[in-house]
């Protein structure tokens, strides 16, 4: 199953080189960017004098990653750029190899490729997810002997066009409900290897349920362009404390690209679990003529179960699935993530509790992966065969030849369980055909494709029910309280959805939520919502008109909202001794082209996090169910102003993992509660309290055992019943050259609106800048106001500017920095 493309005499190999290798540098500086299409690739390096007409068009400075779309994916004005970019830099070639390669190992770029040195088209790369290496060897030496290198003065010009331009034969569709991005979002690494070294050791670790012994079965690929015959390879297997446990030589003959190893025993193997992930090293080492190469990889020996009708299995043990998703998308950066910000929202995954995730849509950077290991996450990882139908021949093989990468890059992953064929394809739209069974011969094909490259793992889609049964697991629409239906009737729902298939799995529930909105009586809107008609979505209902009364149209989008249907969730969970378990779409806020009329402009504001990963209050459900750690929330921290009848009995409630929790108002207990996961909502962590106008000071101290955690919150309570909304307020507060501005709505007496959700529009003269397309509450230009509130900040560039706030019908206002 390896796969070559040959273009210009170089081998384009589509697997990563970057473990095996001697010397890696990641290029991420002195690149220029040009985001247009040019002529040819002369126009990259022609030489021009400075302040000639051919100076133009003008590159822009920029550091990797790097995303075409870093800004406008979420501007509210217009449609996200989908098109060609250029990039170039040049290289400074330092090969400490006789004979040695030379190679670009790309982790992911998007999402066709095209890769030069000067004029020399060296590769060429369509899929904008998967990793894959380029040979510069060859082209390198054709540039430095031409007459053109000297002007480089020994530096070699590399320049690399990518494209996400429409096409509906390549994958993602443009009908997926995330963008697809351009650029060079993951980073490049030039690495310098022997002549002859390691490809890829595929490792196939088994072990059974009781962990008595494990076998490890050891594969590698190797690249030999010189066609070495004879090398030794040395094999060290290290446990999780470092230790050789076992060790093997072998001369090899390299007839084949591959060398098949016998296979090495462990007795009783240390067993990789989200609780103790447990990981064992493979350290390699070919030793020929060329040179030494070596190669370090991790694994990890577990045994799961999908019991038939039932839970989920781990090492001979249930273990309830309790996870998310996770889309590559970031403020300010889009896809563009650097490895600080991964590794922030990874740990951020697992401190809310989390043991599973789900990689949407589409292979992810193996950072990411290499965290699930250690961190303790398992993972259900997919291709980007998302919506749309199924195209011809060209698109047929890209999906096949991503399914294969994705197998063969992420393969030796002990977090990696699921193996994803697809996502949503019952939804036509790119193709005037949409046949059923065409789809089904197709998700056949590659389900059959999955089990050959890895009979260890089980496949699995969501949402297509025409082919339910073919992968081994399956996972239906059910989005309770959201879609369709009450979020009351999450578990009849899925109770049927486990009867109905061998192996049934939940992924994708949840609900949207505007941070900052928060409802005192947030279940309003479901005494419209029809009960018993399915809770599946449908098309169109995504949609913000039209259909039937349901919450994502017609409810508040508070926090309030999705952290009772989230609660409702988790402690209906608890319930169902058979539920293998599920993940909530999504973890993180993330840009989608297809909700331009989100209260922030094209979000899904689903996250449990915003997109600049601030945590929303319903992180801290998740964590009261999920997390051993003690912890204790009160619920509102965002909630400055509440409102309601001088004297009314409002809801104080808290989420803790803690059995105990006692609440102070300003300073006077209000008595102990205690946790019951069963009593809805907050597990029974909750008060009822006659509040008056004026300020609160709130604080719980919750206990377990001898330990004890406390929280803080202060609102004000407002009596005063606003009227129509007559004008804005705004204050300002600077740190050092950046304003936060903050806007008020108010009625003709000055009272605040709290229920206002008008869209409000920012903008700005002078010499600062709107800190805007963010793709957050706080970090959009138009955004909803939020309790009638919202907020944008603004770089001043230490000069004066002029901030303006306009909601439609209301008189604009302004503020002077």
């Not at 012994?213 to 404390?241: K, W």
């Not at 973890?587 to 996250?607: A, E, H, I, M, W």
């Not at 509660?673 to 008060?687: E, T, V, Y």
């Not at 101290?701 to 307020?729: H, I």
């Amino acid at each position: 199953m390896i796969r070559y493309l040959l273009l210009t005499g170089l081998i384009f190999c589509l697997f990563p080189f970057i473990a095996s290798a001697q010397q890696s540098q990641r290029l991420t500086q002195h690149w220029e960017f040009l985001r247009e299409d040019l002529g040819n690739v002369w126009e990259a390096v022609r030489p021009v004098a400075d302040g000639s007409p051919e100076s133009v068009p003008l590159w822009e400075k920029v550091i990797l990653p790097h995303c075409f779309n870093a800004k406008d994916a979420v501007d509210p004005n217009l449609n996200y750029y989908q098109g060609p970019g250029w990039y170039r830099t040049t290289l400074e070639i330092k090969n400490p190899y006789t004979q040695g390669r030379t190679l670009l190992h790309f982790e992911g770029a998007g999402q066709k490729t095209d890769v030069y040195i000067y004029t020399t088209l060296v590769a060429h790369h369509t899929g904008g997810y998967d990793e894959w290496t380029v040979d510069l060897t060859d082209a390198i030496q054709q540039f430095l002997q031409s007459a053109d290198a000297k002007r480089y003065k020994g530096k070699v010009p590399l320049e690399i066009r990518c494209s996400n331009a429409r096409d509906v034969e390549m994958i993602p569709s443009s009908m997926s409900d995330f963008n697809v991005y351009g650029g060079l979002y993951r980073y490049i690494n030039l690495v310098y290897s022997p002549a002859l070294s390691i490809e890829q050791i595929h490792v196939r670790p088994q072990v059974d349920a009781r962990g008595n012994t494990g076998v490890v079965q050891l594969r590698a690929v190797f690249r030999n362009p010189l066609h070495t015959e004879h090398a030794s390879l040395d094999i060290d297997i290290l446990d999780p404390q470092k230790k050789v446990v076992q060790h093997y030589t072998q001369q090899v003959s390299l007839k084949d690209s591959t060398v098949t190893m016998p296979a090495i025993t462990i007795r009783k193997p240390l067993q990789w679990s989200p609780g103790q992930p447990q990981l064992y090293t493979v350290q390699a080492r070919l030793k020929s003529a060329t040179g030494e190469a070596i190669w370090s990889g991790r694994f990890g020996f577990r045994h799961f179960e999908f019991v038939t009708h039932g839970p989920f299995m781990l090492n001979g043990q249930r273990l309830l699935l309790q996870g998310s998703h996770r889309h590559e998308d970031g403020a300010g950066v889009a896809a563009a993530l650097t490895e600080d910000l991964i590794r922030r929202e990874m740990k951020m995954i697992k401190d809310m509790g989390a043991n599973f995730i789900r990689l949407g849509h589409y292979q992810q950077s193996s950072l990411v992966l290499d965290l699930c290991d250690s961190l303790g996450i398992l993972v259900w990882e997919e291709i980007p065969w998302c919506r749309g139908g199924l195209g011809g021949d060209v698109y047929k093989e890209q999906a096949r030849r991503m399914l294969t990468n994705m197998i063969a890059q992420h393969g030796n992953h002990p977090a990696v369980i699921l193996w994803g064929l697809g996502n949503e394809n019952d939804w036509p739209g790119d193709f005037p055909e949409f046949d059923k069974q065409k789809i089904r011969a197709f998700m056949s094909e590659l389900n059959t494709l999955a089990h050959q490259l890895d009979s260890s793992r089980k496949t699995t889609i969501r949402r297509c029910d025409f082919c339910k049964d073919i992968v081994d697991v399956y996972s239906p629409s059910i989005w309770a309280g959201w879609y369709r239906g009450r979020y009351t009737e999450y578990k009849d729902e899925t109770l049927k959805a486990i009867a109905d298939v061998p192996h049934f799995f939940h992924a994708e529930w949840g609900a949207d939520s505007h941070q900052g909105r928060h409802a005192e009586y947030p279940e309003a809107a479901l005494k419209k919502v029809a009960t018993g008609k399915g809770t599946d979505e449908r098309t169109g209902d995504f949609a913000l008109t039209g259909g039937s009364a349901r919450a994502s149209k017609d409810g508040d989008w508070s926090e309030t909202y999705a952290c009772n249907l989230i609660d409702w969730h988790l402690k209906e969970q608890e319930t169902i001794p058979q539920l293998t378990g599920s993940a909530y779409w999504i973890f993180k806020d993330f840009s989608t082209p297809l909700r331009p009329d989100n209260p922030v402009p094209y979000v899904n504001q689903k996250g449990v996090v915003a997109r600049d990963l601030t945590p929303k209050e319903s992180y801290y459900v998740f964590q009261s169910y999920w997390t051993a750690q003690p912890m204790a929330h009160i619920y509102g921290h965002n909630w400055p102003l509440r409102w309601g009848k001088d004297g009314e009995e409002k809801m104080i409630w808290v989420y803790s993992n803690c059995p105990e929790a006692e609440l102070f108002v300003n300073g006077k207990s209000h008595g102990v509660k205690k946790r019951n996961s069963q009593d809805f909502p907050a597990a029974g962590l909750r008060w009822q309290l006659p509040l008056h106008k004026g300020d609160y000071q709130l604080k719980v101290v919750a206990r377990k055992g001898k330990e004890s955690v406390t929280d803080e919150v202060f609102f004000t309570y407002q009596t005063d019943q606003w009227t129509k909304p007559a004008r804005l307020m705004m204050a300002k507060s600077i740190s050092g050259d950046t304003a936060v501005i903050k806007v008020k709505l108010l009625d003709a007496q000055g009272i605040p609106c709290l229920d206002a959700a008008d869209y409000i529009n920012f903008s700005i003269a002078g010499g600062g800048t709107l800190i805007d397309d963010q793709g957050t509450a706080g970090g959009s230009r138009k955004v909803q106001l939020a309790n009638g509130q919202a907020q944008i900040s603004v770089h001043l560039n230490k000069g004066r500017s002029m901030v303006g706030a306009a909601v439609k019908g209301i008189p604009e206002a302004f503020i002077a920095l």
